[in-house]
């Protein structure tokens, strides 16, 4: 079992960048493959993007594509989540998760393991 721990959220403004980060502790985090996914106030949680077990590919939504970037360091047992040129919309809170499934992309319900999330909040 693994648990994930989120950071790197704040309070930006718009066009700012931020880089979140998620740290794997409990498994073996190169196992998994690695998602994102973000709830913005009275909305329903939706798909950010995700990364291979390897890294070696990533699918992005199609609201972010372009403008976020997934990688990971499995030495280090983390997940990032660079995020740039960031909009107001982009206001939620985001969610790292690990799931088993190596195909792993938009279903949360593939996702077996989630963080507690970090805020990233663009002031207009």
């Known amino acids: 079992q693994v648990q994930l721990v989120e950071s790197g959220g704040g309070l930006v403004q718009a066009g700012d960048s931020l880089r979140l980060s998620c740290a794997a502790s409990?498994?073996?985090?190169?196992?998994?493959?690695m998602g994102w996914f973000r709830q913005a106030p009275g909305k329903e949680r939706e798909f950010v993007g995700r990364?291979?077990?390897?890294?070696?590919?990533?699918v992005y939504a199609d609201s972010v594509k372009g403008r976020f970037t997934i990688s990971r360091d499995n030495a280090k047992n983390t997940v990032y989540l660079q995020v740039n040129s960031l909009k107001y919309e982009d206001t939620a809170v985001y969610y790292c998760?690990?799931?088993?499934?190596?195909?792993?992309?938009?279903?949360?319900?593939?996702?077996?393991?989630w963080g507690q999330g970090t805020q990233v909040t663009v002031s207009s």
């Open positions: 998760a690990a799931s088993w499934v190596l195909t792993a992309t938009r279903w949360s319900s593939e996702y077996a393991y």
């Open positions: 990364i291979s077990q390897s890294g070696l590919t990533t």
């Open positions: 409990g498994g073996t985090f190169s196992s998994y493959t």
